[in-house]
Every structure is written in structure tokens, then in C-alpha cells.
């Protein structure tokens, strides 16, 4: 672990595995950790993988103005990382929530990003639809699981807006390609190192200018990756192709059998998508 200094005076963290070229990392949940990212399937045989716990998490410091945890405002702490490590260029992965920085960052810094990899990534900062049919329809590629029946009838509950907490607790297996002991783990270690009142801040009114941050991407110059997982309800195939036509330069690779982590549901599949694309 590796102490910086953002613009605001925070002490921010990042950890650093792994050998090869540099590959900045940010976390989703929004604002959790760096932690459960892990070492991205053994893509730290490949990559020196550098990720950053963003403010009011992990080992970074809890802000003294709440409303810096606000999305666009935490633009500035990864460029404060850039700086530290001393890169012209970076390249830049994101998963799920913390997508929605990784745009922001692009559209404000185009030119300090050399790839970007976007992993089953939010909408929020592009303002994409995802309909209740959308989740439900991919949802339904699951009704040979065990627990189908009633993780699907919760899920019916949570997009009709009826959700209770027993209904998100059930919803939980199709995060996972296994839903295990190693993903119930998982996840209860998730909710323990999110920061639920920097995530309440986080996308905050004002957060968003989704049409500006379309005209930004539409002009992006250098390559993306944007990975889907095939059965991921929070980020699902048909929606990701419209999030990957809003970059002049964008591939989409769907993970066949993957859902929310695919790192964790293939590593192999995982790393040969990623390796594939930043050694092009």
C-alpha cells in the first residue's frame, strides 16, 4: 500500500501487484475498496495492476467535505494518481460503478488515457435506459439454476418497485456464474468495505451531464474495451452495445457464461480478453 496526496490535501491510497506494464484500476460498489478486484483473474502475470481506494475507503482517508465523494468531483483524485506515478499516459480499467469515473475522467482528460477497459460497467454517466425487461430477460437465461424460482420472482419485485431488503438479500445469485460459499463470501465482504454514505453522495444531483459526456466520448481517440457478462442483470448485453457505439474506437466482448465479476466467473476467458486487447 502506497500513500498519495490528492488536490484537496486527502491522503489517498493505492496497492500495486503484479509484473509487466502499468494498469490503473478503479473499484465499483460505488466507493468500495480496491480489494475484491484481487489479482483480476492472474492478470497480474501480465499487468502491474495498480488500484486506487477511493477517498472514505480502504486505506485512503475519510474526506472532510462529504460532498467531494460526488463522482465528478473524485475525477481529480485520479488524475492526482497519474501524477504520483509519474505516466504521461495511462491505461485505465474500471468495473461496474467505477466506470462511470473512468468515463468522466476520459471526457475530462482524453489525452492522458491510452486504453480504457470498461468491465460490466454502470450507465449512469451516459444515461442508458435499462429496462425491467432488459434485467428480466436476461435474467431468464438462469431457469435451469436451482435457485431460480424464487430469486426470480424477487427480481420481478425489485423492478416493479416493490423491492423489500429480503428481495435485493434473494437477487444475490445472479451476481455470480456460481452462487457458492466463495460468492456468498465474497459478497458479504463487499458490503462490509463499501462506504454506504459516500456511495448515498456519489451519484448526487449534478454528478451527470450524460449529454456532454456523450459528445466528449463520440470524439474519444483511443481504443476501449467494454466486457459484458453474458447473464449480468446490472449491466446486460444489449444495453453494453449501445454504450459501445457512443466511442468512435470501442470493441464489445460479451463473456460468455460470466455475469457481474467475470474475473471470477472464467479467470482464463477473463484474461484472454483483456490480454488480447492491450496487446493489440
Known sequence: MVTFTAHDGTRLAH???????????????????????????????????????????????????????????????????????????????????????????????????????????????????????DRLATARLRRDEPWFAPAYAALEAVTAGRATADSWNAVAPFWHARWDEAARAFDEAGERA??????????????????????????????VLLLAGETDLAAPPPVMREFAELFPKAELVVQRGASHFPWRDDAVRFVSIVREFMDR
Open 194 to 223: 463499501k462506504n454506504h454514505e459516500a456511495a448515498a453522495v456519489y451519484t448526487a444531483e449534478g454528478a451527470f451531464s450524460p449529454a456532454a459526456t456523450r459528445a466528449a466520448l463520440a470524439a474519444f481517440p483511443s481504443p
Open 15 to 133: 496497492h500495486e501487484s503484479g509484473d509487466g506494464p502499468p494498469l490503473v484500476c478503479l473499484p465499483g460498489g460505488p466507493m468500495q475498496s480496491a480489494a475484491y478486484l484481487g489479482d483480476l483473474g492472474g492478470l497480474t502475470a501480465h499487468h502491474r495492476l495498480i488500484g486506487l481506494d477511493p477517498r472514505g475507503t480502504g486505506e485512503s482517508a475519510i474526506a472532510p467535505d462529504a460532498s467531494s465523494y460526488r463522482c465528478d468531483r473524485l475525477v481529480e483524485d485520479v488524475e492526482a494518481l497519474r501524477e504520483h506515478l509519474g505516466l504521461d499516459r495511462m491505461d485505465l480499467l474500471a468495473h461496474s460503478g467505477g466506470a462511470n469515473l473512468a468515463v468522466l475522467y476520459a471526457t475530462r482528460h482524453p489525452d492522458r488515457v491510452a486504453r480504457l477497459v470498461l468491465i460490466t460497467p454502470s450507465v449512469y454517466a451516459v444515461d442508458l435506459e435499462i429496462t425491467a425487461e
